[in-house]
């Protein structure tokens, strides 16, 4: 399919550089990097919406399925685009993003490469004022910006003037970094106008799927008819808390979006999309947001919808805090359970270092909670981290002490749990106060995370 012509190419990038010289794609250890930002189906969708041809290619998923896979090659034998995007939102793609864009520039000079997404706009003036390759970073939300810039860039209009009126835009100017003021964010009209469902502009659009689905161990194994397909579905953006190690909280959002509190999507669009994929065959769908921490009217609302359209799907939700036994008896009812899953960040055996963490519940509400989902047969993961303030070799093993008793009480088969370290979020509440926890941090700016993305993609076996 490299001959298909397109105005504008948008490419996912490893976390590793271009080749994968440094071992097999296929490892375990890749498997998160394959998953686009949720944002980026609903961007591309608008884009197409406006008229121009739009193609799109997620290049680890691509090693996947055929390890032969030569990104510059595929490059080189495109037709001429007039545009390239790749996402930098995920800061472990630091040093992927920026290497997809020196080959775009290298393979095809002249063409513009625009980046975005969470760490794209956190380090904007340092990426333009440090990597060349990069022409333009959208800021924030994109929605408007980037049709806006597309409309300059593709239009014929004259460049320099007018991108000054491209809100979120940061961009270079005889030798200076220009950063247009941060005046869009989305608002629920603004999500509900996007698809975010179909993804027939990707090269291998149905292989890709098969990389979505979360609730099984063998879900990134690759196959000529992939079995299991899933779909990430944004039904909204935003967060009300601030968890220690994340970068994606409320204050996160002030900065990065001007966004406070939660934006959703109506609850119908959300549930037009899941029909959409439940009928091309997608099995389960990945939310982006937990629906209880949104509150009760928004996930009864859409439970009751989901019934009310007799469809049966399976849901993923990452539950932020315990759900209620309501909340649990609605989705065991309206779910594909076989198909599903509900995750749980434990953090820690211990309470204390659960709560300085942000997770407000005790050892006995767990297990209560565990009792109520027990009955139903609702698949379950659990996840701990073992390098978060307030661990030590005592909280350790009060977390091996519940993942004992958590083995006992709920059915082998349903449950999986993990035990996973953090690595610093940009702009988490760590990183931006790291005495206020009593640690000490080595990335700093983006240049340490690329350097570390870069390190760590050559350490690897």
Known sequence: MTDTPADIVYIHPAKQRVGFPFGDPRLSYLTPFTIMPVGIIGLLNLLRQDGYLVRGLNYPAEAFIDT??????????LHRPRLFLVDLHWYEHSFGAL????????????VPVVIGGMTASLFAREILEHYAQVDYVIRGDAEAPLRRLAEVLLGGAEASPALGSVPNLSFRSEGEVIENELTFRASPA?????DFAATDLLDHAKRYQSFQYVGRRDQFIPSEEPRLLGHWLSIGRGCVHNCSFCGGGDQSHQRLAGRQGFVMRSVERVVDEIEYLHDRGVHQIALTLDPAEVGEAYWKALFT??????????????????????FIEAFAECADLEYSQIALSVLSGDERTRRL???AFSNHELFSGLKTLRPHKVPLAIYYSFNLPGQNEASLRRTLFISQRIGRLYPPRLLIMYNQPHTLDPYSPMSRRPDDFDIDI????FGDYYAYCRRTALENP
């Open 68 to 77: 032969r896979f030569d990104l510059s090659e595929w490059l080189r034998q």
């Open 190 to 194: 603004d999500l509900d106008m996007q």
């Open 305 to 326: 919808e989901l019934q009310r359209r007799q469809l049966r799907v399976g849901l993923y939700d990452e539950a932020f805090q315990l759900p209620s036994a309501e």
């Open 442 to 445: 080595e990335l700093k700016c």
């Open 99 to 110: 290497d997809v864009a020196r080959v775009c520039k290298q393979l095809h000079p002249g």
């Open 357 to 359: 963490n942000g997770k």
